[in-house]
């Protein structure tokens, strides 16, 4: 089959069996992986195009994967799209916009901006795929000040179901336009590049302060009713764990449930020490990484790791957030017999107001994000069922997240981590768009050939 379809692409295509189809289907996320019956590593949108058209011919489904950080539950058999290679970009200063490849992280595109004196609106981690991100919403550094990065698409260059490339923009196309950005890069077709809006920023004031939640485990609830009072050119978030008391935890965090509060100011950097005052008294600083630093290096605000793990995520979307709420989920989470990581995002100023033209982007008016993962070793094992995502960690998830429930609003599409069902996906969703999103599903790719990590049904919902 793999030899069959390499005839009809320039890019390699891999067989399993393989070390190259291996290393190819095989991403950050290590509890779920791709099995399918060919992996093409197209080289541009005419393999993906080739790529789509073989498969539809046959009947195979087919699914799309740059980094694995997004990945949902595995693809058995069909077409996977690996885009790595497919990773141009290309900046046009004067009309501040970039167009990005699908294989584009967003550190390249942080990097071909830069120059400019631009930045996109890339989040927390600058290795993930800039398309994918996007497509789904994108929470990032900049959020407050400059909303979703879904809001500032111009096209998406996009392979339909039909083996089509199309150039989707408002004007053309306006129900697909409009189901893209927030519904996902995976449910519609595969996309090959977009155009995304940049913005003049060149430096911020932003890092981390680790708070020792161990000696004050109120820090969240000051964190909260800092987050009441900043202004939109400040977006932060908390990542709240227990540190192992091993060698190579720096010594201060050792053994203790830390709140790492950690932020970026977009305003005059000068006054950026004076807006994060008031945090510094909310627990004891152990660690504190803030400072002027150009946007080139915002991968250092949140300053995340990035070997491959096997993690789930379970993620609520709230109007708010209560003082006994945040106690308890502090409590809960740090007597985990188990690795997890609570984080929180505020959300609200420009996210909430939205873009000009509208998109699926659901629940603009959710406060803050909370995320509870758990991590499962690195989940080599091949088979999800053999792997060590217990019982007792998706109770701990769901115990967790529902001590918000009164305030719940909904789900984020990039901040869930692992699988969702569709009913997790129909909450991502505001309910007067989940109709619309299944007819454009069900108008592009009404046989559900394509595998997404969010699915949208083709037909009710
Ligand atoms: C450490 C970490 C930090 C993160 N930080 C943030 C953050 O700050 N803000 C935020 O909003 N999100 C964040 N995310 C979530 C991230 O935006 C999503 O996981 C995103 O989907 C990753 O894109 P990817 O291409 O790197 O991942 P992949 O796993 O390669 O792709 C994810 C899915 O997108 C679809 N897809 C990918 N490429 C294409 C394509 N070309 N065409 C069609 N479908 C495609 C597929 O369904 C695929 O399964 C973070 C995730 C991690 C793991």
New binding site residues.
């Given amino acids: 089959m793999a030899a069959d379809l390499a005839g009809h692409v320039s890019g390699p295509v891999h067989a399993p069996g393989t070390d190259a189809y291996d290393a190819t289907r095989t991403?950050?996320?290590r509890l779920d992986r791709h099995r399918p019956d060919a992996v093409v590593e197209a080289a541009d949108a005419g393999d993906v195009r080739a790529a789509v058209a073989w498969a539809a011919k046959r009947g195979l489904r087919v699914?799309?994967?740059?980094?694995?950080?997004?990945?949902?539950a595995g693809m058995e058999g069909g077409v996977l799209?690996a885009?790595r290679r497919m990773d141009g970009v290309r900046v046009d200063p004067d009309r501040r916009t970039a167009w990005v490849g699908?294989g584009a992280?967003w550190q390249a595109v942080i990097e071909a901006a830069a120059p400019h004196g631009l930045a996109p609106l890339s989040?927390?981690?600058p290795s993930?795929?800039a398309?994918?991100?996007t497509?789904?919403?994108?929470?990032?550094l900049l959020a407050r000040r400059y909303g979703f990065?879904a809001d500032h698409v111009r096209r998406v260059d996009l392979v339909t179901a039909d083996g089509r490339l199309r150039e989707v923009t408002e004007g053309g196309d306006p129900d697909l336009f409009w189901a893209l950005r927030g519904g996902?890069?995976?449910a519609f077709?595969?996309?090959?590049g977009m155009e995304v809006g940049l913005f003049p920023v060149t430096r911020v004031y932003g890092g981390s302060l680790f708070l020792d939640v161990t000696a004050e485990p109120g820090a969240l609830e000051v964190w909260r009713r800092w987050t009441a009072s900043v202004p939109e050119e400040l977006t932060s978030g908390v990542s709240m764990l227990v540190y192992p008391d091993v060698e190579g935890v720096p010594g201060p965090m050792r053994g203790r449930q830390v709140a790492q509060v950690s932020l970026a100011w977009s305003g005059p950097p000068e006054e950026g020490p004076k807006v994060v005052e008031p945090l510094r008294s909310a627990a004891p600083v152990l660690m504190d990484t803030l400072r002027e630093l150009p946007y080139a290096e915002s991968g250092a605000v949140?300053d995340?790791h990035?070997d491959p793990a096997g993690f789930r995520g379970r993620n609520v979307l709230v109007d708010g957030l209560d003082e006994g709420a945040l106690a308890e989920l502090t409590r809960m989470t740090g007597a985990a017999p188990f690795f997890c990581v609570v984080s929180l995002r505020h959300l609200g100023g420009a996210l909430a107001r939205g873009p000009e033209t509208a998109n699926a982007v659901g629940h603009r008016g959710a406060a803050y994000s909370l995320t509870v993962m758990t991590f499962a070793g690195t989940g080599a094992s091949e088979n999800p069922e053999e792997a060590e995502d217990t019982e007792a960690m998706r109770e701990l998830r769901e115990e967790a997240v529902a001590l918000f429930d009164e305030h719940a609003v909904g789900r984020?599409f990039?901040?869930g981590?692992g699988p969702m069902d569709e009913q997790e996906v129909r909450e991502v969703f505001d309910a007067r768009d989940r109709a619309r999103l299944t007819r454009v599903r069900a108008a592009h790719d009404p046989r559900g050939m394509?595998?997404?990590?969010?699915p949208i049904p083709t037909g009710g919902w």
Avoid: I
């Avoid at 077709?189 to 090959?192: K, L, Q």
């Avoid at 394509?450 to 969010?454: G, L, M």
């Fill in positions: 991403g950050m996320q699914a799309a994967q740059l980094t694995g950080h997004g990945l949902g799209v885009t699908a992280t989040g927390s981690a993930v795929g398309v994918s991100y497509l789904g919403g994108g929470v990032g990065a996902g890069a995976g077709g595969v996309v090959t949140f995340e990035h984020s990039t901040l981590f394509f595998h997404s990590n969010r």
